[in-house]
């Protein structure tokens, strides 16, 4: 688990992208954080290094789903609108089994179904343009990717 204080939007739109480079066909990244916390400004900068055009990157909260073509295709899921029944029902295996990158936010709402291994990030509001954050690789395969290297050093 890596930790970041106080994080500014320069430095959050380093780690994602920091992120976006240890990505492969079928990452999966678990975004945790009250509203307004940053979840999908990160998504944004996720998005960007991967090469995909950052100012197409909306918050799917109404659309359920938005998807994004870059070197990877990236799904980014918004789960926070519906109840513990509809996630149930939503197809969520299609994206997270899918070829590309899938970004769920309000990940706390999918009870019935939580992969085995992601990468997980949490984001804290500290004040106006500062958070706190998290990155941690759950699951064997994420936490190598996350300790190869000195991947956060030079942040």
């Known amino acids: ?21 240890l990505l492969f066909k079928g990452s ?5 954080g009250d509203l307004g916390s940053g979840k999908t400004t990160f998504t944004r ?31 980014h899921v918004d789960l926070f609108r519906l109840e513990s029944e509809e996630v149930e029902e939503f197809p969520l ?7 590309g990158v899938c970004v769920i936010e309000w990940p706390e709402k999918m ?19 500062r958070r706190n954050v998290e990155v941690e690789g759950v699951g064997k395969k994420y936490e190598e990717i996350l300790r190869r290297g000195e991947f956060f050093d030079k942040i």
Do not use: C, H
């Not at 204080?5 to 976006?20: D, F, G, M, Q, Y």
């Not at 009870?111 to 106006?128: D, G, H, N, R, T």
């Open 93 to 99: 295996q299609e994206y997270v089994e899918g070829e």
């Open 45 to 75: 900068y996720l998005v960007e290094g991967l090469g995909g055009d950052a100012y197409q990157v909306t918050s799917p909260t109404f659309t359920i789903v938005n998807e994004y073509d870059a070197r990877l295709k990236v799904y």
């Open 111 to 129: 009870e019935f179904y939580k992969p085995e291994s992601f990468f997980m990030v949490k984001l804290e509001f500290v004040e106006e343009l």
């Open 1 to 21: 688990m890596i930790n970041f204080k106080n994080v500014n939007e320069e430095k959050l739109s380093l780690i994602a992208k920091k992120l976006a480079s």
């Open 28 to 32: 999966i990244v678990l975004l945790y």
